[in-house]
């Protein structure tokens, strides 16, 4: 570009950063190499001479209807918002899930249209950290990237949720359990089943495939009532049910009452996320709390300190069983 426009590159970048002391004739020579080439400045390498962050991604590959759907995301990006909120850089929100959508992630990533990134959900099967790291741009992942992580991230134990699920649920006396697992291909949905299992198998209780009570939903409200229709077609006596999402276990309350069943009486049910569903649900939902504040809150201060050129650690963040009437 410099080159095209017949001035130097010092000069070339003092155009595209605004440096008002530039010449009116070099500016114009720039402007028109610029229109040229279709140059887009690097947002990143602007900031590394500005040092301030112009934007900061969010990025969801997801359908739109599941990420407006689900309180989980509004609360995260309402608290990643709110962690950026005495910073300058504008907070944008980039989604969509495979396909064309996936495609206008990539090439917006790719763009230089941003200085980091915070990746809120991820699928085995997405390119996303691919392109983090080809492109070398600041992020995040909230969420354990499925593989071998290259790029930090920040997660709740959803291991031990699972586990504390399971273990509640024995105590209470519960012993035909089920569960609605999250999708297999994103770590919260395996690793909490895998903690499920594992509570499952201490008790003595078998976690043999051909007696194992497990049907795998979206994490969708939707998905969390067929399967719960599904588990009670399969084991009408059952007991007890783990759900690995809110969303999935308000649905699964609704079926059971939906065929006769009380809960907590005759059926308990566990949740996961502590979302604002579980407070409004009818019986109020026992859950696992998923910090999202705190995660919110660690992926911001991660991402901010490798913008900065620092370098920063993997975080899993403990968490807790909250005990309401469902179970």
């Known amino acids: ?82 962690a950026l909120a005495d910073s300058p850089a504008q907070v944008l929100l980039a989604m969509g899930r ?92 395996a690793d909490r089943l895998a903690g499920w299992r594992e509570g499952l198998a201490e008790a003595g209780i078998s976690t043999d495939p051909h007696e194992d009570l497990t049907e795998v939903g979206d994490f969708t409200a939707a998905s969390g009532g067929e399967a719960m229709q599904r588990l009670l077609a399969l084991s009408p006596e059952l007991d007890g049910v783990f759900a690995a999402s809110d969303l999935m276990a308000v649905s699964a309350v609704h079926a059971l009452q939906a065929a006769g069943r009380r809960v907590p009486e005759d059926v308990a049910v566990v949740g996961f996320d502590d979302s604002s569903a579980a407070a409004l649900c009818r019986p109020p939902l026992t859950t696992v709390l998923n910090p999202v504040a705190a995660l919110a809150t660690t992926a911001v201060d991660m991402l901010l300190r490798l913008m900065e050129g620092g370098e920063a650690q993997s975080v899993l963040i403990d968490t807790e069983l909250v005990r309401r009437t469902s179970a």
């Open 98 to 189: 495979r396909g064309q959508g996936g495609e206008k992630i990539e090439k917006y990533l790719r763009g230089g249209y941003t200085d980091g990134a915070i990746v809120v959900s991820h699928h085995r099967d997405d390119r996303i950290g691919e392109v983090l790291r080809e492109t070398q741009l600041p992020a995040v992942y909230v969420g354990r990237p499925a593989g071998e992580p290259r790029l930090p991230f920040v997660d709740v134990d959803n291991h031990a949720g699972g586990r504390l699920a399971a273990e509640h649920l024995i105590a209470q006396g519960r012993r035909r359990l089920a569960t609605i697992a999250g999708p297999q291909d994103m770590t919260p949905g």
């Open 1 to 82: 570009m410099a080159a095209r426009a017949g001035v130097s590159r010092a000069t070339a970048s003092r155009v595209v950063n605004e440096d008002p002391r530039v010449r009116p004739r070099a500016r114009e020579a720039v402007a028109a190499a610029v229109a040229e080439l279709g140059y887009r400045p690097n947002r990143a390498a602007r900031s590394l001479v500005t040092r301030e962050a112009d934007s900061i991604a969010v990025v969801v590959p997801e359908a739109e209807d599941r990420v407006f759907g689900d309180p989980f995301f509004a609360a995260m990006l309402g608290g990643i918002t709110q």
